[in-house]
């Protein structure tokens, strides 16, 4: 069974630029989350979707993040404009559907704002 | 403000030693606590779990002390081996949201 992916593993920026995160999930799991690790900080939350609604994007930092998901399938996250502070690794999970433990993460993608 | 407080920030553990990290919480409503396990250039990996109405789970050489009463909880890693060197984090989960809340985590080296 593949695992969660995501694309791409690194995305380096200048200040001002535009940049989509994508998140495929693993098959069949109907939440899908992401968080963000700012250097050594904690891994915080942004938002949470069941299929494609957002049940929950009380961690997203401002509107400059937009998240969706498409058909409930895949996600993206974009980020426009993009500033110094958005720098630090993108993670995506998923888990299956009503449950609220074991979340499986993907392999992150490290975002650089230059 | 940090709900979930982790440390050591790092930790070196000779082969065969144990490794014990702890966390702290606030929060009362939580009801699931995590553990994961994250390997360079990968993604966290649930190595271990436990509510809140056992004291103890051990899976292997990891073990989870729970306190209720102090609200803490830690990971013990018996026979440390190099190849549990990895970045740890715990966590905690509320019982209304599905959302994880980390600590900030714990660089753990075992010399051979």
């Known amino acids: 069974e593949a695992g969660v992916t995501q694309f791409p593993s690194h995305s380096v920026i200048e200040k001002g630029q535009t940049v989509t995160l994508r998140c495929d999930p693993i098959s069949g799991h109907d939440n899908l989350y992401w968080y963000r690790r700012v250097m050594g900080k904690e891994i915080k939350f942004l938002l949470h979707f069941v299929k494609e609604s957002k049940q929950d994007e009380s961690g997203m930092p401002n509107n400059r993040f937009l998240a969706e998901r498409t058909g409930g399938t895949y996600s993206t996250l974009k980020v426009q404009p993009a500033e110094l502070e958005d720098s630090g690794v993108y993670f995506c999970?998923?888990?299956?559907?009503?449950?609220?433990?074991?979340?499986?993460f993907g392999p992150g993608t490290r975002l650089t704002v230059l | 403000q940090q709900q979930v407080k982790q440390s050591p920030q790092s930790l070196i553990v000779q082969k065969g030693g144990i490794s014990i990290i702890n966390c702290a919480y606030e929060?009362?409503?939580?009801?699931?606590f995590p553990w994961y396990q994250q390997f360079p250039g990968k993604g966290p990996a649930l190595l271990i779990a436990i509510r809140p109405d056992v004291s103890e789970k051990k899976e292997g050489r990891f073990t989870i002390s729970f306190n209720k009463s102090a609200k803490q909880f830690s990971l013990h890693i018996m026979d440390s081996q190099p190849g549990d060197s990895a970045t740890y984090f715990c966590a905690a989960q509320m019982d209304s949201s599905y959302k994880l809340i980390f600590g900030s985590g714990t660089r753990l080296l075992v010399r051979p």
């Open positions: 929060n009362t409503a939580f009801d699931y």
């Open positions: 999970a998923s888990s299956q559907a009503g449950v609220r433990g074991e979340q499986f």
